[in-house]
């Protein structure tokens, strides 16, 4: 009988070591993830990019090869949606243009074109109007072998490397699959033509200055 009992208290002590075992083997798992989403937490990203930091694009050029730049500037826009950015610097002497927002998802686009004006695209001030007036997104353009449809157009605050103290200007958009024809007018300046190519967020790298 007393052997049994000495058995007995045997087995509990050795559940009683392998519960608490466990127990410690559990919690130091759980605490790793949580170090590791912290240090991901501080990696740079294109949201949080700044003047100094370098970005590399992957395949992005209109050849594929890979896009590099350093930023040296940083501007915000507010329209009425939320606030998008523009980050820029130089590669192989061109300048780059890339913008991103944050709604439902991330969405980046790099600039294609830029410097065109409304009679470059067959298009006159009172077709602006026009579409602003109607709001269809039926409405659409044809320049360049595509048809452009129109998406939105509102006034816009342009705010220089993200500065209290803003510009504005008027914003038309319109789409073409993944790409983005904007007509710009500041209240003294001609109309402004440009064209952006969404990429996916997946192909930029951000090095930290």
């Known amino acids: 009988m007393k052997t049994t009992l000495i058995l007995i208290l045997i087995c509990l002590l050795c559940l009683a070591g392998f519960l608490f075992y466990m127990a410690m083997r559990k919690k130091s798992k759980v605490k790793r993830p949580s ?41 915000r826009y507010e329209g009425d949606a939320d606030p998008w950015y523009e980050l820029s610097g130089l590669w192989g ?52 072998g595509q048809k452009w449809y129109y998406r939105e157009s509102s006034e ?3 705010f220089k490397d993200d500065g209290p103290e803003g ?23 001609p109309f402004e033509v440009g064209i952006s190519e969404k990429i996916n967020p997946s192909r930029i790298k951000v090095f930290r200055a």
């Not at 990203?45 to 594929?64: F, M």
């Open 93 to 144: 002497g061109k300048r780059i243009f890339l913008e991103w927002c944050e709604d439902d998802e991330l969405e980046v686009g790099i600039q294609r074109k830029t410097g065109l004006g409304i009679e470059d695209i067959g298009i006159t001030e009172e077709d602006l109007t026009r579409m602003d007036d109607q709001r269809s997104r039926s409405n659409f353009i044809e320049y360049d």
């Open 35 to 75: 170090l590791e989403s912290s240090s991901l937490a501080n990696l740079p990203t294109i949201k949080n990019a700044r003047s100094g930091d370098t970005l590399i694009l992957s395949g992005a050029s209109e050849n594929y090869e890979d896009v590099s730049f350093t930023v040296d500037r940083v501007n």
């Open 167 to 189: 510009e504005g200007f008027y914003m038309w958009q319109f789409e073409s699959d993944d790409f983005q024809l904007f007509v710009e007018k500041y209240e003294v300046d």
């Open 156 to 158: 816009v605050g342009y």
